[in-house]
């Protein structure tokens, strides 16, 4: 434990201990050099990592992400590594499975239109995101029969639906203990309680202060989430804009849960609100989004919004009586970026005038892209030219406790 004085070196330091920086700092574990993670709370994947759908895109949705964006490159990367990942580190990985649900003919050309550019963009051998052989069974339209046989308690009134068998659901907080549990087995240090205050670059060094401790690095990863822009403006090293997106889901019991089977949407229409229902990896189930921009502050659940989810449940599963099985109602925040385009990309970039200093901002399906974050911060790096040199005795699976 770190006391007033104490002075840490480390060659590397990450700020924030959620999915990004336990990510990171997992994969640059498998490197002789030295680490170290600060959190301000008291353990991994407090904020943004456990305020969230915690689905894992693994085929059509991630498929629908614009071509040509990191989001896109980093989640189709990352289809191949979740199942070995979670065999490595030992967590749960439960594919659900996704129905879209079909209203009318208009969805349905809709969906025609995704499924084919899905196949051109990633399934064709000759694409540089190709999917490798085994790691994704293809879309495909299921008509009303099918769809009651897959989930009995559907309403009548969807004709059909284009289902991907990939999807899966994970415990996002239970993966960043895992990849912070590794990655403090291989050596990483991890700092709890512990906010950065102020930094003070000298030359190309840099040294972080908060009430603990005093931290001097040679590099500094900024993964603090939704604080990013906060903390890259410390150094002046903030190139990107965000905006704060409040989304808030219901969550309901294991009773309803075991009755679904598969996260079950619709498109939205003329509405920013999403509309999806699916399990989680404990049997529970999870229902929402209503989307809103906010004050990151603005952390209160709204009557309307938890009105949202069980609506949307509702309407998907009209003979459940979703109010009496309620567990939770929550909030969480994502950082949208290109708010006036209108589409998002992640930021995992070195800052220009800034050397050594490495933003991560990620907004939607960050979870789903964590396997392959701590490889683009590798590619940064060895592009920077540092020289990491790959330790002999890294061992991908053991564990070592983190929180104090
Ligand atoms: C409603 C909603 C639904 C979503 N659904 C999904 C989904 O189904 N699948 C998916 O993949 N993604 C989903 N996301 C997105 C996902 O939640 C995020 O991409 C991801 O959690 C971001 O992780 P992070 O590590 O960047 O941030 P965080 O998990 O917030 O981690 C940042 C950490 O930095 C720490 N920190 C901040 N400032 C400081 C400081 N000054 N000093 C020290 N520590 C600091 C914080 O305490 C925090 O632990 C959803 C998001 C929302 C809002």
């Known amino acids: 434990m770190a006391n007033l004085q104490e002075i840490i070196n480390a060659d590397i330091s990450i700020i924030g201990g959620g999915i990004a920086g336990t990510s990171v700092a997992r994969e640059l574990s498998k490197y002789d050099i030295s680490i170290i993670v600060i959190e301000q709370k008291h353990g991994v994947g407090l904020e943004g990592t456990s305020t969230n759908h915690s689905l894992v895109c693994q085929g059509g949705d991630s498929l629908t992400f614009r071509p040509g964006t990191l989001h896109a490159e980093l989640n189709i990367k990352s289809i191949p590594l979740w199942p070995k990942l979670s065999e490595e580190l030992n967590f749960k990985f439960r594919r659900i499975g996704g129905l879209w649900l079909i209203r009318d003919n208009s969805d349905y050309k809709k969906f025609q239109k995704m499924v084919s550019r899905a196949f051109k963009s990633t399934l064709d051998p000759k694409s540089p995101l190709l999917i490798p052989e085994g790691s994704f069974s293809p879309l495909r339209f299921v008509d009303k029969k ?84 906060r903390v890259a403006e410390i150094v002046k090293a903030r190139d990107f804009s965000y905006v704060p997106l409040k989304g808030t889901l219901v969550e309901f019991d294991e009773e309803l849960g075991k009755l679904i089977n598969h996260e079950t949407t619709i498109l939205p229409r003329g509405s920013p609100h999403l509309q999806v229902v ?127």
């Open 146 to 229: 099918e769809l009651k046989n897959l989930e009995p308690e559907i309403s009548d009134n969807f004709l059909g639906a284009l289902y991907d068998p990939n999807l899966a659901t994970v415990d996002p907080p239970e993966v960043a203990k895992a990849y912070a549990e590794n990655a403090k087995a291989n050596g990483v240090d991890f700092l709890f309680n512990t906010k950065i205050k102020s930094i003070k670059r000298e030359e190309n060094k840099f040294e972080l202060h908060t009430d603990n401790a005093l931290i001097k690095s040679n590099i500094v990863i900024n993964a603090s989430g939704i604080e990013a822009d």
């Open 278 to 404: 699916s399990p989680t990896v404990d049997n529970k189930l999870k229902a929402g989004i209503h989307l809103v921009m906010s004050f990151r502050s603005d952390k209160e659940v709204k009557d309307y919004a938890v009105n949202h989810a069980i609506n949307v449940a509702k309407t998907l599963y009209p003979a459940l009586r979703f109010e009496n099985h309620i567990t939770k109602s929550f909030v969480g925040f994502m950082a949208m970026t290109n708010p006036d385009t209108g589409w998002h990309d992640f930021v995992i970039a070195n800052h220009d005038f800034v050397p050594n200093w490495i933003n991560i901002v990620l907004g939607p399906a960050g979870v789903s892209a964590s396997p392959m974050l701590g490889k683009k911060v590798v590619e940064i790096l060895t592009k920077s030219g540092l020289i990491l040199k790959e330790k002999s005795n890294y061992n991908p699976s053991i564990r070592k406790k983190v929180e104090s």
